[in-house]
């Protein structure tokens, strides 16, 4: 042992190296997404703000005339006070990529 030194052990060591591990894979998660990506991936989420949202789809075919409906709500719909689709859009993409949007959420998707 080097006088005026701790020995951190072999265990020191290895928690060590584990930190550095854990923080580089954080880090590497955090940049995989790229902004155009978490845009979109964010959009979604956003349109939902309210807790309400949908969809209605018809067509004629050769099988004849189809359609539906689709209702989704969230429990975003309980909250006293609902972000807008913008703000919940903006945070979404600034928690994904540090970074904020390129494109206003009118304009994804």
């Known amino acids: ?3 005026g030194r ?3 052990g072999a265990g020191g060591r290895g928690l060590k190296i584990l930190a550095f591990a854990a923080t580089l894979t954080a880090a590497a998660c955090q940049a995989g ?3 155009r ?3 979109e ?3 979604e989420r956003a349109r939902l703000a309210d807790g309400i949202g949908g969809s209605v789809r018809a067509g004629v075919g050769s099988g004849g005339v189809r359609g539906g409906a689709t209702i989704t709500i969230t ?3 309980f909250r006293t ?3 807008s689709a913008d703000i919940v859009y903006e ?3 600034i928690q994904k990529t540090g970074q904020g949007p390129t494109r206003p959420l009118g304009l994804v998707g």
């Open 75 to 77: 429990d975003d719909i």
């Open 33 to 35: 997404v790229s902004v």
């Open 37 to 39: 990506l978490a845009e």
């Open 91 to 93: 945070n979404c993409v």
């Open 1 to 3: 042992m080097i006088p």
């Open 6 to 8: 701790r020995s951190t």
């Open 41 to 43: 991936q964010c959009a």
């Open 81 to 83: 006070n609902p972000e």
